[in-house]
C-alpha cells in the first residue's frame, strides 16, 4: 500500500492527451513539492518534472505537472508510442523523514 | 557529467548479509544528501534510506529499521548499505539515487540498479 494514491493503469491512442492523478496528504503533497518519474522496462527512473510543474533540460514541452491542495497531475500531450512505460510521483513526508512514492501507473499507448 | 554506479548485489541466503556499494563521480559527493531506492520485482518503487549531505542525521523505512544501515564515505565518494537479517521480501533492485535538494523528493540522477536476491 503506497502513501501516495495512483491508478495502476492509464491508455490512450497517439496524439491523445492523458492525465495521471497522484492524492496524498498534508504531511506529504499538501507541504511539499512534487516529483514525476518515467521509468521504461529495465532501466532505471529518470526524472520528468521537478517541484510541481518544472521540466528538467531534455523532457519535452509535452509533459506538464500540477498540483492543487494535497493531489498532484501529470499530463502528456500528444501521445507518442515512446512514451509507454510506468509513471510514478513522489514527495516528501514530513511524518515520516523520507521520501514516499505513488504505486505507480502503467500507461499503454493503444 | 554524474555518475552512480552500484554494485554488491547478489544471492543470499535469509538470515544473511549483503554490503552494497555506490561509487559516485561527477560531482562533489559531500555537499549532497544520497538515498537508497529499491523496486521489487513487478512492484513499484519504494524509497529504503538517506543519509544527509554533512551525515547529521540518517533516515529509514520502517520495513528496513533496524536491520539496514547506511553510511558513506567522503574519501572514496562512495556510498553504503549495509543489510542485516535479510528477508525474501527484500529481494529488489536496488538504486543509489543523488538528492538534488535537501529532504525532497528530487532525484536527478539514479545508478543503473544492483539485484539483491534473497533465497534459500
Known amino acids: 500500500q503506497s502513501v501516495l494514491t495512483q491508478p495502476p493503469s492509464a491508455s490512450g491512442t497517439p496524439g491523445q492527451r492523458v492525465t495521471i492523478s497522484c492524492s496524498g496528504s498534508?504531511?506529504?503533497?499538501?507541504?511539499?513539492?512534487v516529483y514525476w518519474y518515467q521509468q521504461l522496462p529495465g532501466t532505471a527512473p529518470k526524472l520528468l518534472i521537478y517541484r510541481n510543474n518544472q521540466r528538467p533540460s531534455g523532457v519535452p514541452d509535452r509533459f506538464s505537472g500540477s498540483k492543487s491542495g494535497t493531489s498532484a497531475s501529470l499530463a502528456i500531450s500528444g501521445l507518442r508510442s515512446e512514451d509507454e512505460a510506468d509513471y510514478y510521483c513522489a514527495a516528501w513526508d514530513g511524518s515520516l523523514s523520507g521520501p514516499v512514492f505513488g504505486g505507480g501507473t502503467k500507461l499503454t499507448v493503444l | 557529467q554524474v555518475q552512480l554506479v552500484e554494485s554488491g548485489g547478489g544471492v543470499v541466503q535469509p538470515g544473511g548479509s549483503l554490503r552494497l556499494s555506490c561509487e559516485a563521480s561527477g560531482f562533489t559527493f559531500s555537499s549532497y544528501g544520497m538515498h537508497w531506492v529499491r523496486q521489487a520485482p513487478g512492484k513499484g518503487l519504494e524509497w529504503v534510506a538517506f543519509?544527509?549531505?554533512?551525515?547529521?542525521?540518517?533516515y529509514y523505512a520502517d520495513s528496513v529499521k533496524g536491520r539496514f544501515t547506511i553510511s558513506r564515505d567522503i574519501s572514496k565518494n562512495t556510498l553504503y548499505m549495509q543489510m542485516n537479517s535479510l528477508r525474501a521480501e527484500d529481494t529488489a533492485v536496488y538504486y543509489c539515487a543523488k538528492e538534488e535538494s535537501d529532504r525532497t523528493a528530487w532525484f536527478q540522477h539514479w545508478g543503473q540498479g544492483t539485484l539483491v536476491t534473497v533465497s534459500s
Open positions: 498534508s504531511s506529504n503533497i499538501g507541504i511539499n513539492y
Open positions: 543519509i544527509r549531505y554533512d551525515e547529521s542525521n540518517k
